[in-house]
C-alpha cells in the first residue's frame, strides 16, 4: 500500500470514530462506533442526547442499547436496530430464544423515538418512570413489543410481535396501530397502582385481548378481529363508550 492510501485509510478510520462524538450536545451512535467501543451492548451512563447516525444490526443475542442513566433521549433518525429474530404475522418466531432488548432501561425520564426495532427480544423495555416512547415502529420481536413501568406511549405502530404488543402500568397509550401480535395487543400490567388512558388507538388481528382493561380508561379506540376485542380482568376499565369493537359501540 502507498504512504498516500495508508494515509486516507487512516483518516477514514478517524472520521468513523469522530461520529461518536458530541454535535452540538448530541452523542452520535452508529455500527462503526460500537465495535470500536467493544461491540454491544452500547451503554448509556451519561445524561443527554443520543441519536443513531446508521443502522445498528446485532448479530449476537445481547441487548444493543442499555440506558443506565436518567434524562437520556434517544433519537433512532430514521433508522433502525436489527436483530436476527423473525415473526410472521401471529406465527411463531424463529432465530435464536434467548435473545436480549433493543432498548433496555432501569431508569427514570428515558425518550425514545423516530425510527424502527426489528427482530430483537422485546423491542423497549424501560423499568424506570415517565419513559416516554413515539413514532417507533416495533416489529418481529420475540418476547413482545413495548413494555414500560409508567409514561407515555404515542403514535408507534407495534406489530407482528411474538408476544404482547404494548404492556404498560401507568400513563398513556394514544394514537397506536397495534396489530397481528402473537399475545395481547396493549395490557395493563395490574397492581395497586395501574391506571392507564388508552385513547384513539387501532388494535386489530392479535391472537388474544385487544385490550385487557385492568384500572383503565379507554375511549375512541377502534377493535376488531381480536379475541376478544376487550377483557375486562382484575378490576376492569371503565369505557368512554365511543369505541368500536369489530363493529359494535363498546
Known amino acids: 500500500m502507498s504512504k498516500r492510501m495508508f494515509f486516507l485509510s487512516v483518516v477514514a478510520a478517524m472520521l468513523l470514530s469522530l461520529s461518536a462524538f458530541a454535535v452540538d450536545g448530541v452523542v452520535l451512535i452508529n455500527q462503526a462506533s460500537v465495535n470500536a467501543a467493544g461491540g454491544f451492548p452500547y451503554k448509556i451512563t451519561v445524561s443527554g442526547s443520543y441519536k443513531l447516525s446508521s443502522n445498528l444490526v446485532l448479530a449476537g443475542t ?59 427480544g422485546r423491542g423497549v423495555q424501560s423499568t424506570g418512570d415517565a419513559t416516554r416512547i413515539e413514532e417507533v415502529t416495533v416489529t418481529q420481536c420475540r418476547f413482545g413489543g413495548i413494555f414500560i413501568n409508567s409514561g407515555i406511549v404515542r403514535r408507534n405502530q407495534v406489530f407482528s410481535n411474538g408476544s404482547n404488543g404494548i404492556v404498560i402500568t401507568s400513563g398513556v397509550v ?60 382484575g378490576g376492569g376499565g371503565i369505557s368512554q363508550n365511543n369505541n368500536n369493537c369489530s363493529g359494535t359501540v363498546c
Open 174 to 233: 394514544e394514537n397506536n396501530l397495534v396489530s397481528f401480535n402473537a399475545a395481547n395487543g396493549i395490557g395493563i400490567n395490574g397492581g395497586l397502582h395501574a391506571g392507564v388512558s388508552v385513547i384513539g388507538n387501532s388494535v386489530s388481528g392479535n391472537a388474544a385481548a385487544g385490550l385487557v382493561a385492568q384500572r383503565s380508561i379507554y375511549g375512541s379506540n377502534v377493535f376488531s378481529d381480536n379475541s376478544p376485542d376487550v377483557e375486562q380482568f
Open 62 to 120: 445481547t441487548d444493543v442499547i442499555q440506558v443506565q442513566a436518567d434524562n437520556v433521549t434517544i433519537d433512532l433518525n430514521g433508522f433502525s436496530i436489527i436483530g436476527p429474530v423473525t415473526c410472521t404475522g401471529v406465527s411463531p418466531c424463529s432465530g435464536p430464544f434467548f435473545i436480549g432488548n433493543g432498548i433496555q432501561s432501569t431508569n427514570n425520564n428515558m425518550t425514545l423515538r423516530n425510527g424502527t426495532i426489528q427482530g430483537m
